[in-house]
């Protein structure tokens, strides 16, 4: 199991809020409806890699179902910063990029591949957000996100003997991203995760049930406290987690 703290918090925050995609809505449709266009953005996928993912993270949860989420970025509009374990392109830029990629939202807005959406807010400034993006991107020495992306692919492929990375303190690389980039924003990102395992589903609990804990650090004198207590909206069209693409790809080759 992973260490964590549990929370004194008896209720959910409610400053989260669930909102229902309309019918037929993509996720690029929803954000835009819910006029969202910047803070933590989480993605749960239902390809074979992002079910890996959200199994993996069910040793965070008590229920150890797996997690709604799969990645993690911090959202600017009509794209996102993250370290994309699908998607990497040029492997050369890997290193020089520190594994940071800016995506567009629209390759990830298809419900049936990407069920599940969350805009999740916890800095009160998020111009200085962007700003350390640029630097854990220049700076290697402030996350190694590459040794990150090595260990997840190594996983989520099966490679070896590979076994869950989030049990041996490695944690989700955009997930990693997410919360270096805080840090540097002097937000602590996860209070209830007592390792490096950082990934989507610490940040989802953080925002859920460490309310108080934000409350108080929010109320302190800034600028050494630039959190707000978490708030924005969410989406969850598949709850349990399936490779509905998987198998729909298995179909395709038995016809």
């Keep these: 199991m992973i260490s964590v703290r549990q929370s004194p918090e008896a209720k959910g925050n409610r400053q989260l809020q669930h909102e229902p995609p309309q019918p037929g809505e993509t996720n690029s449709q929803w954000l835009a409806r819910l006029k969202q266009r ?61 594994g940071v990629q800016t995506c567009r939202v629209a390759d990830y807005s298809e419900p049936e591949r990407y069920p599940n959406i969350a805009v999740l807010h916890f800095a009160k400034d998020p111009a ?50 997410v919360e270096a980039v805080h840090g540097l924003s002097r937000i602590e990102l996860t209070p209830g995760l007592s390792s490096a395992s950082s990934c989507p589903e610490a940040i989802w609990q953080s925002a859920k049930w460490w309310r108080s804990y934000y409350q108080e650090t929010a109320g302190a004198t800034a600028p050494t406290h630039a959190g707000a207590v978490p708030s924005g909206y969410y989406a969850i069209r598949q709850e349990a987690a399936a490779a509905v693409e998987h198998e729909r790809k298995k179909r395709r080759v038995k016809s």
């Design 38 to 98: 910047e803070g933590v953005l989480l993605i749960g996928g239902s390809a074979l890699a992002h079910f890996r993912i959200r199994v993996a993270q069910s040793h965070l949860r008590k229920d150890l179902l797996p997690s709604f989420w799969s990645l993690a970025g911090i959202l600017d509009g009509d794209r996102f910063s993250t370290a994309p374990l699908d998607g990497l392109g040029d492997a050369s830029l890997v290193p020089l990029n520190n």
């Design 128 to 177: 200085a957000l962007r700003e350390n993006i640029k630097r854990v991107q220049s700076d290697r020495s402030i996350i190694d996100l590459p040794a990150l992306i090595l260990e997840w692919l190594g996983f989520v492929w099966g490679a070896g003997q590979r076994g869950n990375p989030l049990l041996q303190g490695h944690g989700l690389p955009g997930a990693a991203l």
